[in-house]
Structures are given as structure tokens and as C-alpha cells.
């Protein structure tokens, strides 16, 4: 099915505008939309979906970063609902509805939850050479896996070589601000011990002209660094903690995990498979994730439950998304 860029955007404006309400109040998603929308250029969820699309072809890889270390005061191997369900829910889309072969990165201590989230998302959770192996077939394998990323550069090299990405997405995934370090949205520095380097990978892509692709609702992610100039006195502590690390595309949402449900929408808008909708249960990966002991990142208890709002909404965003492509796809038309 050809898609026209300009269906594509039509949809991505939909898409942006329901992932951009500040359902919870909080009040930094509006500035955020407003530095990372572009002047001439289309929606976020569309731009990204078509830059991930072109570089895109059966049998190749992205490597998607998730994973916030919360609470990591405490703890080592806590996170939040915010981000391996969206990151899941991304590698499912690539999948099936474009052939490629994903790879999730993440803190070593929430490797197996976040094979959790892959197979709420209903892939088959292998190892990575299993699942390099997988495409493009055939035969070939619903597979996806889960990595830990690595602290040294040269370590981090070696991921980069083995996975081959065409493109690298980072979703709720702690960005250094302008220190060096991570931060909270509060200010507080995430210990360097607990810290996912997810910034060696992206330079890395940099370094290989590989597209980045960075997903957040807070500032202080992986890849809003473009953001950093009018975010630093635009929110609450942002001198400190706004993300100093650029990406390609951005996609900013209320919550990021909507952002990550935006862009998979959009991605199955440029590939015409809306038939993949009705295969991803969103609310069973956000259950499975909060079964699996990951918190709700706003009331800190682990309820199923993504930054204050019911997992049953994040299902019922997701459906509103699917008949958004349809009908932007089909055409509106009146019996």
C-alpha cells in the first residue's frame, strides 16, 4: 500500500495532538512540543515513522534503549511502567509490520524485565545471536531480545558492530545533561553506578551516520539535547537537568510510553498494516510490567499504572490511534 506524505502527515498531526494533551497536569509537554516541532516541517510522530521507514528494510536491526533507574538511591533493579512497555510495544511493530529484527537495551538488572515487556507485546524473547538469526528468512521467527548495554566505549563498540542497527531509539532513557550526569525531574543525580550509558550508543550512531531517534516527556531523556537551549529555563530545574545529547528526530508526549504508541502508529500508517492494531494488547504489557515489579513512576507504588493514569487508558489511546490511521488511510466518507 502506498501512503502519500501528505496522508502521513494528516495522521501525524492527529497522532501528536493526542499524545501532546497534558492529561496529568503537569505542564512541561507544551513547551517541550513547541522547541522540538520544527519550522516547515510536519508532525514529530510522522517525521520519525518516515525517517525510520526509509532506512528500514526486512532483515535489518534497530536497537531501541529503555529502562529509567528509579529510585536508584536505593535501588539497582527498580524501573517504572514508563518506557519497556513502549519500547516493547515498538519492537512489535517493527517486527511484523516491517520485517526488522529488534533489540532492546538496558541497565544489566533489568535485562529480564524488560523480556518481560517483549513477550507482553507478544514476541518470542531470544538471545541475540537467536535473534539476529531470525530474519529476514526465510524461515524466519517472531524474535526479539534484551541486552545489556555496557559501561565502557569499547564494550559499547562491540554491541554496535554485533546488532548492526539502522537506527537507534531511546525511550524514557536517562540522558547527562550539560555535568555530565543524569538527573530526575527533580533535580536529583542518578548515581554514575546506576546509570544506563546510553549516550556512548547514540554517539556511536552519530559517529556512523546511524538515525537516533529519542522519545521523552520530561526533558532529561536521551536525545532531547536539540530541546536543551529553550528547555533550560522553560521547566522546573532544567538548567541541571534538561539532556544534553541531540537526536535526529524527537518525539515528545505527556508520557513517554504514549510517545513510543504515537510512533508505532505512525509507523504502521507509512506501512499500511493497520491489521497489526488489534494484535498488540497495550494494557497486557503495562499489567506484565507492574506484575513484574516495576512502579508507577508518579506514585512510586506498584500499581498497573503508567505516570498517574490507569493502564485501561493507555489501551484506549492506542485504539483511538488505530481508528485515527484507519480512517485518515481510508478516507472519511458518510453513509
Excluded at 536517562?174 to 527533580?186: A, E, K, Q
Excluded at 550508543?201 to 539535547?225: K, S, Y
Excluded at 539532556?243 to 513510543?260: K, L
Excluded at 503495562?286 to 507504588?301: E, H, P, Q, W
Aim: with cysteine; aromatic share 4%; charged share 20%.
Amino acid at each position: 500500500m502506498q501512503v502519500t506524505v501528505g496522508t502521513l502527515t494528516a495522521i501525524g498531526e492527529t497522532l501528536d495532538l493526542l499524545v501532546r494533551a497534558d492529561i496529568t497536569g503537569r505542564g512541561v509537554v507544551g513547551p517541550m512540543y513547541q522547541a522540538a516541532r520544527r519550522d516547515g516541517e510536519g508532525p514529530l510522530s510522522a517525521a520519525a515513522a518516515q525517517a525510520l521507514a526509509d532506512v528500514c528494510v526486512p532483515g535489518s536491526r534497530v536497537l531501541i534503549l529503555t529502562g529509567w533507574p528509579s529510585r536508584s538511591w536505593l535501588f539497582g533493579d527498580l524501573t517504572e511502567t514508563d518506557g519497556p512497555p513502549g519500547a516493547a510495544l515498538l519492537a512489535r511493530v517493527f517486527e511484523e509490520a516491517l520485517g526488522v529484527v529488534p533489540v532492546v537495551g538496558c541497565l544489566p538488572d533489568l535485562v529480564e524485565h524488560v523480556r518481560i515487556c517483549l513477550r507482553g507485546a507478544g514476541l518470542i524473547v531470544g538471545s541475540l545471536a537467536q535473534a539476529l538469526d531470525s530474519k529476514p528468512g526465510p524461515p524466519s521467527a517472531s524474535v526479539g531480545a534484551a541486552v545489556p548495554l555496557p559501561s565502557h566505549q569499547a564494550a559499547a563498540a562491540e554491541l554496535f558492530r554485533a546488532v548492526d542497527p539502522v537506527a537507534v531509539i531511546a525511550i524514557e532513557m536517562p540522558g547527562p545533561g550539560s555535568d555530565g550526569f543524569c538527573h530526575t525531574v527533580t533535580g536529583r543525580p542518578i548515581p554514575p553506578e546506576r546509570t544506563p550509558r546510553g549516550d556512548l550508543v547514540f554517539q556511536l550512531a552519530r559517529d556512523r551516520g546511524v538515525l537516533t531517534v529519542g522519545i521523552g516527556d520530561g526533558g532529561n531523556e536521551l536525545g532531547m539535547g536539540r530541546l536543551r537551549p529553550l528547555l533550560a529555563s522553560a521547566i522546573p530545574h532544567g538548567d541541571r537537568t534538561v539532556c544534553a545529547v541531540p537526536a535526529d528526530r524527537e518525539i515528545v508526549a505527556s508520557i513517554s510510553n504514549w510517545g513510543g504508541q504515537a510512533l508505532g502508529a505512525a509507523l504502521l500508517a507509512a506501512s499500511g498494516r493497520t491489521d497489526v492494531f488489534d494484535r498488540i494488547d497495550v494494557e497486557r504489557i503495562v499489567r506484565m510490567s507492574s506484575d513484574a515489579g516495576a512502579i508507577d513512576g508518579l506514585t512510586s507504588r506498584v500499581d498497573p499504572m503508567v505516570d498517574g493514569t490507569p493502564a485501561c487508558m493507555s489501551q484506549a489511546l492506542w485504539r483511538m490511534m488505530a481508528l485515527a490511521v484507519a480512517s485518515g488511510l481510508g478516507g472519511w466518507a458518510k453513509g
